[in-house]
């Protein structure tokens, strides 16, 4: 326990899925939060995303713990939106150390001739330049409050692979990797480390709920259940299970940002139980 005590982190996307998991178990390691989330479904999107009484339960685990929170709605596409919560949060708790650009959304499958204008410009919106508009936020009070820090960006397997249907997704998540990279480069001379998360198939409402990911493992269906495609999700990685949990990736982000990753910056950390280094 301790391992980010004292420390500042703010988690975007932080209403359930991966942004409640690492939200909680910074929590528990000592960091005080500044959460977001959009709080409304988007147009293009097969599944349902996060609510306000989602990220109050996230609130509510977080305050449980005895950790002061900040929170509010935000969507990462809305600059403004981030600048005012990040300046309140840093504002109310005094600094910033700890940043989980978390927040991403996942398309229906489709081939690329097939992804409608509207899909490619919100994949693009949501996690490209969502990843950018926190990062202009949320760098200049991590290099004023002089005490370096952590970064990291959750990029996905697809962000280091072509995976086939799903081209405005890996184009995106690859965009998130140069992103990473690059400022891991620009902020090293502040003693702030940058990372990227890579996960494969991760248990939340993205692969839950997403009606055309389960048809693309079940053709043979017309109106298959997650339950269905089971069996096919097992077969893709080595280690043979459907997917990972939140906390597996929540790890990995936790070991980035203490001390035990001090010195590990510019790197992509892959949490997909070998599937990227299957032949």
């Given amino acids: 326990m301790g391992r980010v005590e004292g420390k500042v982190a703010l988690v975007t996307g932080a209403a359930r899925g991966q942004g409640r998991s690492h939200a909680i178990r910074l929590a528990q390691e000592g960091a005080d939060l500044i959460l977001l989330d959009v709080l409304e479904d988007l147009p293009t999107l097969e599944y349902s995303l996060g609510t306000e009484t989602d990220l109050a339960e996230t609130v509510a685990a977080v305050e449980a713990l005895d950790r002061r929170v900040v929170w509010g709605q935000a969507d990462v596409r809305d600059a403004d939106a981030l600048q005012e919560l990040v300046t309140r949060g840093v504002g109310e708790l005094g600094a910033l150390d700890i940043v989980s650009a978390n927040a991403g959304i996942s398309p229906r499958l489709a081939k690329i001739w097939e992804i409608t204008p509207q899909e490619w410009d919100e994949q693009i919106a949501v996690n490209l330049t969502g990843a950018f508009n926190t990062i202009r936020v949320v760098v ?72 055309s990911q389960h048809s693309f493992f079940r053709p043979d269906l017309e109106a298959p259940s997650l339950t269905d495609t089971m069996a096919a999700l097992k077969k893709v ?43």
Avoid at 193 to 211: Q, S
Avoid at 241 to 250: A, G, K, N, S
Avoid at 263 to 271: C, M, Q, S
Wanted: charged share 15%.
């Fill in 140 to 211: 200049p009070p991590m290099i004023a409050g002089g005490r370096g820090g952590a970064i990291v960006f959750t990029s996905s397997g697809a962000g280091l692979a072509g995976i086939p249907h799903l081209g405005a997704y890996n184009a995106s998540k690859h965009g998130v990797v140069g992103l990473a990279l690059t400022l891991a480069n620009e902020l090293a001379r502040h003693d702030i480390r940058v990372n990227a998360l890579c996960p494969g198939t991760v248990c939340t409402p993205m692969v839950t709920g997403n009606r």
């Fill in 237 to 279: 990685s080595p280690l043979g299970r459907p997917w990972i949990e939140p906390i597996d990736v929540t790890n990995a982000l936790l070991w980035l940002v203490s001390d035990e990753g001090r010195y590990v910056t510019g790197i992509t950390v892959t949490i997909d139980q070998g599937t990227r280094n299957r032949p």
